[in-house]
């Protein structure tokens, strides 16, 4: 009879809720950061880069480094400020694109491109002008900042957890709007009103070099 049909479907609903109200009561505040950080992942990258399904398995971690191995004299340079990511990352110089081995700090306010003692760059995240990176499964992302005299240009890193890393970034930015997965190539800034060109392509092994033409090339 209609009447029993229209009774499952209800019944059907009802239960369908009760499991996920189940489900979200029963869910840890570790796991839940997690969940909403997969969510960004996937608005960010998902069906656009290689790499995004074999990394939904793998949880986040809150920090690749701990603030304790950071130099003391780093931490001094940025007391007052909430750290909370910290990963090595591999900064390629804008000009020469020799590849130097970094770490960057994310904290409540600002992204710092770290070499030992020293910092060598801080991006503030309200003056962050954008986050690209490949539609291949390289670990590059360029953060494009703003043209004035306190920036050298756009940073170029390459980050062993692409996806983890982008998404604490653009969360703490606020700016998940303003990522771009792009395909083939990029221009990013060099300083003083220069620009340069990034190269993507498919090899049979993973390279960042220099090629004859001064661009540089991620197979």
Known sequence: PGFLIQTSEMLQKICMRNLVRKYCRGLTAERKV????KVVTSAVFSGKKEGYL??????????????????????????????????PVIKYDRNGFKARERLLVLTQSSAYVVEMAKIKQKIEYSTLKGISTSNLSDGIVVIHVPEDKQQKGDVILQCEHIFETVTKLCILANKQSL????????????????????VFTVGPEPQVFKDKTGQLTVV
């Open 179 to 198: 990522v771009k997965v792009v395909k083939g190539s990029l221009r990013f800034r060099v300083g003083s009103g220069k620009e340069g060109t990034m």
């Open 54 to 87: 074999e990394s939904l398995s793998q949880p986040f971690l809150d920090t690749r480094l701990k603030v304790n191995d950071l130099n003391p004299k780093v931490l001094q340079l940025i007391s007052g400020e909430n750290i909370k990511y910290v990963t």
């Open 34 to 37: 997690q969940l909403q950080q």
